[in-house]
């Protein structure tokens, strides 16, 4: 029996890197905006929704994801939703966030990007007090739509840059490497935008070099695959270029085959900054402490190497050094019972 007189040793603070807003659409909270804009889904429940999320690759996810946007319509809609996922951030340890969205998602429905924006904004403006986390933005581009569009994306942005501090590049990665992206880029490097790409979720190796060489990014997301070019990886160890890790998604989207086999453990042992994040948790299984529970349970990774997962998070953050320093402080004060031996 567990006696709770002493210290609870509550999850790690860290912060999440690889979250798109979109991805935390809950099946009940699907439903509910469904009800709200009179829209038809074509499950019969939350349940059934859910049971719908059985996912052969990236684009059977995608899919699916792209078709349940549509419940999305109203600046209230995209507070609910990111209000949604940061209670249960919070309730995860989550201290600090950078949340990308699709606007490209969003437009070509007909919803203005103004509307995704300030309604977001809605929800991030009180995180800090409502829910103890910061937040940055992240406008993603869709890589499988015209490079075009991307630079219509970012002119559209415009008028909300005060509000966005990253651009990102998803969606489907094989065919659209990053250098179809080299234009947008340094417009948005231009605008003072720091910059970040998927880049080796589903796609070679050479799309991570790439997204580095010719985007110029400073973090790559997912990166998973470097693992199999130990030039690469050496690169990244000696750069320090943080990779914001997935895996949940990874197993889901059938780029890993089990939690037991994901390369994370050996991305740590060749001394790449890795941290770890939920992706699109609603769809895979598990939010960001989940994740880590994941890798304590499936790989056996010890309190030091999750106690380091989480530094990395904040060192990889693009926080301002006096919040940087005050989350570093914050995870070395937590304290941590030892694997093992009872709380008592
Ligand atoms: N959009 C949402 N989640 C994604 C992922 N894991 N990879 C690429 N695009 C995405
Ligand atoms: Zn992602």
């Keep these: ?5 002493g210290p609870i040793a509550g999850p790690l603070p860290k912060a999440e890197l690889h979250l798109h807003i979109e991805g935390t659409l809950e099946p009940e909270l699907a439903f509910a905006l469904a009800e709200r804009n009179r829209i038809d889904l074509p499950y019969a429940g939350p349940e059934e929704l859910r049971a719908a999320y059985a996912f052969s690759d990236l684009q059977s996810f995608l899919d699916l994801y792209y078709q349940l946007t549509a419940v999305l319509q109203t600046e209230q809609d995209f507070a609910d939703l990111a209000d949604a996922y940061l209670e249960r951030a919070a309730a995860q340890g989550v201290r600090h966030a950078e ?31 409502r829910f103890g986390v910061s937040t940055g933005l992240i406008l993603s581009f869709l890589r499988d739509l015209p490079a075009e569009d991307a630079l219509k994306t970012l002119a559209d942005a415009g008028p909300y840059l005060d509000r966005i501090s990253a651009v990102g590049l998803d969606s489907a990665e094989v065919g659209h490497p990053p250098a179809k992206f080299a234009e947008v ?10 910059l970040v790409a ?33 030039q690469l990886v050496a690169r990244l160890v000696a750069e ?30 060749a001394g790449l900054l890795v941290t770890v994040n939920s992706d699109d948790p609603s769809y895979f ?24 997962l989480a530094r990395n998070s904040f060192l990889a953050s693009f926080v301002d050094d006096a919040r940087r320093a005050e989350l570093l402080a914050e995870l070395d004060a937590h304290a941590l019972v030892p694997a093992g031996r009872p709380e008592v």
Aim: net charge negative.
């Design 99 to 129: 949340i990308f969205f699709d606007p490209q998602a969003h437009t070509a429905r007909g919803v203005d990007i103004g509307t995704v924006v300030r309604g977001l904004a809605r929800s991030l403006d009180h995180s800090e007090e």
């Design 1 to 5: 029996m567990r006696h709770t007189t």
């Design 240 to 269: 320090q270029i943080p990779l914001t890790v997935c895996p949940f998604s990874n197993v889901r989207l059938r780029c890993v085959d089990r939690l037991e086999e994901h390369p994370l453990p050996a991305m740590l042992e």
């Design 285 to 308: 299984g598990g939010y960001v402490e989940d994740n880590f529970r994941g890798l304590r349970e499936a790989l056996g990774l010890t309190d030091e190497q999750l106690r380091l």
């Design 198 to 230: 998927h880049a080796g979720e589903e796609g070679p190796p050479g799309y991570i070099t790439e997204a580095l060489d010719v985007l110029g990014v400073e973090r790559i997301d997912h990166g998973i695959r470097c693992m199999e070019d130990p």
């Design 185 to 194: 880029y340094a417009a948005a490097r231009a605008a003072g935008l720091r």
